[in-house]
T-cell receptor, first 110, second 121 residues
Framework: RKEVEQDPGPFNVPEGATVAFNCTYS??????FFWYRQDCRKEPKLLMS???SGNEDGRFTAQLNRASQYISLLIRDSKLSDSATYLC???????????FGRGTSLIVHP | GAGVSQTPSNKVTEKGKYVELRCDPI?????LYWYRQSLGQGPEFLIY????????DSGLPNDRFFAVRPEGSVSTLKIQRTERGDSAVYLC???????????????????FGSGTQLSVL
């Protein structure tokens, strides 16, 4: 079983739509959680950290469910520029190594 | 420079050859990571340096892969007897060091270079 699992998609949505991605992780001792964004042929960049209480940054909302071991990313009012791959990243407590999921592809069309 | 620099950006080699990939991290970042990414997959961990020493090399797939960071700054990933299956994008990332349970009070964040696309023919 993979440590971090994501639906690869692609998710095809029209501009203005709301879209949500989930990511599950296998280690209950995981400590830190993140969403990274990766544009085509570019390097990953941190989108947002995911806190236990949930957090919001503009149109983006991230949530953590420790009991069910998943994190989610909600994007409201999708823009064409949101088209990218969204990588779920988890770091276990006591480890220095962030583990990446395979990513979920989002395509926002006019 | 302002960001993580990786050279070359593209490397084409023949099966069986030796290659070196270079990473120049952000100044002051003592933590350095190598990942590799195949098409349609997420970055896969290879090795982690804290300063000059390899603190975790559990991701290196076999003994053809080796990495060094002799002065705690620039790192070189070395691949011997390359195979077609080694073809991928090799990503380097740096960050502030993790101390205990906090990232020295800063946001826990990896800063990636733009990667080296390795093609083994």
């Amino acid at each position: 079983r993979k440590e971090v699992e994501q639906d690869p998609g692609p998710f095809n949505v029209p501009e203005g739509a709301t879209v949500a991605f989930n990511c599950t992780y296998s280690n209950s001792a995981s400590q830190s959680f993140f969403w990274y964004r990766q544009d085509c042929r570019k390097e990953p960049k941190l989108l947002m950290s995911v806190y236990s209480s949930g957090n919001e940054d503009g149109r983006f909302t991230a949530q953590l469910n420790r009991a069910s071991q998943y994190i989610s990313l909600l994007i409201r009012d999708s823009k064409l520029s949101d088209s990218a791959t969204y990588l779920c990243v988890v770091r276990d407590g006591g480890s220095y190594i962030p583990t990446f999921g395979r990513g979920t592809s989002l395509i926002v069309h006019p | 420079g302002a960001g993580v620099s990786q050279t070359p950006s593209n490397k084409v080699t023949e099966k069986g050859k030796y290659v070196e990939l270079r990473c120049d991290p952000i100044s002051g970042h003592t933590a350095l990571y190598w990942y590799r990414q195949s098409l349609g997959q997420g970055p896969e961990f290879l090795i982690y340096f804290q300063g000059t020493g390899a603190a975790d090399d559990s991701g290196l797939p076999n003994d053809r892969f080796f990495a060094v960071r002799p002065e705690g700054s620039v790192s070189t990933l070395k691949i011997q007897r390359t195979e077609r299956g080694d073809s991928a994008v090799y990503l380097c990332a740096s960050s502030h060091p993790l101390r205990g349970s906090t990232w020295e009070g800063r946001v826990e964040k990896l800063f990636f270079g733009s990667g080296t696309q390795l093609s083994v023919l």
